[in-house]
């Protein structure tokens, strides 16, 4: 069993026992209260969160049918339609296996740190303070560069949108960037000052994620044009590589995308009620609907695309936008139904603005970034880290700026985000995998895998590490410099500067969550 670290109260660094004198709100149930005190965090948000909008704030979080419309282009042209369909079977089955392992992490610790924690409690002793350091890092790597997605979707979907009304309009990407930033700034004072209403905006949006799916399919179904199946189904796309399922695999970064982010309710676990239940519980049922509906998105996609060419070239920006255009033959409508993509994008700003300001709040109250004392504080009144989320507003609004200059630079910065979250799942993952080889005990949890956990663990790690190793591939094979994917030089200077930090400073700060716990096995 081991101890909190002796060289230091939790008090000195900033985390406190637990009260029990908080009110009902804060306090949660008797489960939420133990886990506090055993991972030695003070309670300082409100449990306002249940089932249902916890269960919102995931499935709108991963959004992968929504995210599937607004990036499928990359994937046509490496896969085609058939590779598509078929990475994407391969990819959610895959991802299922990924979500039951973090559930169970979830279960065991339910904190708004998520991966840099778990691999802080799973990992060998004497790797335990750098490996979630690192991860620490990595996993905010990925969940910034993921809200800054939301705007950029919804900033350059209204770009699109004025193209196809005012065919004159003269697109400039400078445009985009400032709609960015606006919606950047709308979904950040939304989590400022709008904090306490965000349980039900959760729940409204997960009731427009699957009335805008809806109301998509059903015009798309009706209306549009039908490709004969056999192309669906058999038609692959290959940009030189020489093998179909190879071109299939380097396009799986456009269904990846459409999957991270399966952790999102673990960073709000020190606000949901009975936590280490709710959690898992939508971790699990976020995989298995977003999944279900963003397979019947793609079929009906790939089925009604018509005329592909025309829609990989339109003026907007988005082939969603042709197809909507084709199958409806109204400049109307297609804004109409665009303009449900726009406002999910938007809702799915304001709940990762949530999920990374917690991420980063987490880690900076274990000491983990520079600023951490300031980063961590949270004024009262306000019950949610205003300044994680002002930082984080801050970061994605130079991301932005980054498109200004090279549309291929923040599409490489967008591919690095989806890498940093594999990485850490890879990562926290293998540490609980290693437990089970060495026969070690594990946390209690309210969700166990029992016996099928190693299986489902190990078979977990080969799909994430299959899925790492392509999405560092570039877009065709010999490219010239400018087009090659740098997401991997991106991933290494973060960690470069993680290191830096470390040697400097970090080292004598951090000593990871497990030295606060009050008792593990």
Known sequence: MREKSSNCSTRERGVLDYDDSLPDIKAGTADDREAMRRLGKEQLFKRNFTSVP???????????????????????????????????????????????????????????????????????????????????????????????????????????????????????????????????????????????????????????????????????????????????????????????????????????GAFVGGDAPAHMAEEVRDASKLVPRAMLWTIWVNGAMGLVMLITFCYTVGDLDAALTSPTGYPIIEVFHQATKSVGATTALTSILVVLAILNNITSVAGTSRQLFAFARDRGVPGHSWLSKVRPGYDVPINAIIISACISSIFHCINIGSAIAFNILMSAGSAACL???????????????????????????????????????????????????????????????????????????????????????????????????
């Not at 709108?60 to 994937?75: D, K, N, S």
């Open 54 to 256: 916890i269960l919102g704030f995931a499935v709108i979080l991963m959004g992968t049918w929504e995210v599937l419309l607004g990036t499928v282009a990359f994937g046509l042209g490496n896969g085609g339609t058939a590779g598509l369909i078929y990475v994407f079977i391969g990819a959610w089955f895959g991802f299922t296996l990924v979500s039951a392992s973090m559930a169970e992490l979830a279960s065991s610790c339910p904190t708004s740190g998520g991966q840099y924690h778990w691999v802080s409690e799973y990992a060998p002793a004497k790797f335990q303070k750098q490996a979630s350091y690192f991860i620490g890092w990595v996993s905010f790597l990925g969940y910034q560069i993921g809200v800054t997605l939301g705007p950029f979707l919804s900033a350059t979907m209204v770009q699109g949108l004025v193209v196809l009304n005012y065919p004159s309009y003269e697109y400039k990407r400078w445009h985009g960037t400032l709609i960015a930033m606006l919606m950047t700034i709308f979904g950040s004072l939304f989590n400022i000052y709008l904090a306490s209403f965000l349980p039900i905006v959760e729940t409204i949006s997960l009731f427009l994620h699957f009335a805008g799916w809806i109301g998509i399919l059903v015009p798309l179904w009706v209306l549009a044009p039908r490709t004969p199946g056999t192309q669906v189904w058999t038609n692959f796309s290959d940009a030189g590589w020489g093998n179909n399922g190879v071109a299939s695999l380097i396009g799986m970064i456009t269904v990846v």
């Open 423 to 521: 990485a850490s799942y890879l990562v926290c993952i293998g540490c609980i995998t290693w437990r089970r080889f060495r026969h070690q005990p594990l946390l209690e949890g309210r969700f166990n895998m029992g016996r099928m956990g190693l299986i489902v663990n190990v078979l977990a790690l080969a799909f994430l590490v299959l899925a790492l190793v392509f999405a560092f591939f570039p877009p065709a094979p010999h490219p010239p410099p400018i087009t090659m994917n740098w997401a991997i030089a991106i991933f290494a200077a973060v960690l470069g500067i993680a290191g830096i930090y470390y040697f400097v400073k970090g080292r004598h700060e951090y000593d990871g969550p497990v030295a606060y716990v009050r008792k593990t096995v």
